[in-house]
């Protein structure tokens, strides 16, 4: 099953964040579609290739916000992030070699729908409490 978006748990308070979050759950859904119907590894590439720019920018992002706003979970939110990058290079890496396999899509789904449903709706949505319910852009 997909994830869907949901304000209540996932909305940061910033809309550029949240749009980049919201995209971010559309390509795992399109994954996530793409592994049911056995079609995950030319997925898998598109999916890693949007992931390792999206970590750049979107982390970024996020992270200078953090720190502007003094967001007490800047710290846990940057070392998660540098957790994520390091898992997705492992897998690109493997995708370089020719080596990837049915173990690593199942991991890239798993990893990615994990920090979709814990990281936003944990730590993420900590920059709320920051800057109250005014809506950025």
Same mark, same amino acid.
């Given at each position: ?21 919201? @995209? ?31 970590? @750049? ?11 502007? &706003? ?23 890496? &493997?995708?370089? @070699? ?10 890239? @789904? ?8 814990? &990281? ?18």
């Amino acid at each position: 099953m997909g994830i869907a978006w949901n304000a209540d748990r996932m909305s940061t308070g910033f809309k550029l964040v949240d749009d980049q979050h919201q @995209e971010l759950i559309r390509r795992f859904n399109e994954f996530h579609d793409a592994m049911a119907h056995g079609k995950g590894q030319a997925t898998a590439i598109r999916l890693l290739g949007f992931l390792a720019e999206y970590t @750049e920018t979107h982390f970024k992002c996020e992270e200078e916000c953090m720190t502007q &706003h003094r967001c007490p979970a800047a710290i846990s939110n940057l070392s998660a992030h540098n957790g994520l990058r390091r898992e997705i290079a492992a897998v690109k890496g &493997h995708i370089t @070699e020719g080596k990837l396999s049915l173990a690593d899509l199942v991991k890239v @789904e798993q990893m990615l729908g994990n920090w979709i449903q814990t &990281h936003i709706c944990t730590i993420d949505v900590k920059l709320r409490e920051c800057v109250g319910d005014r809506s950025h852009s």
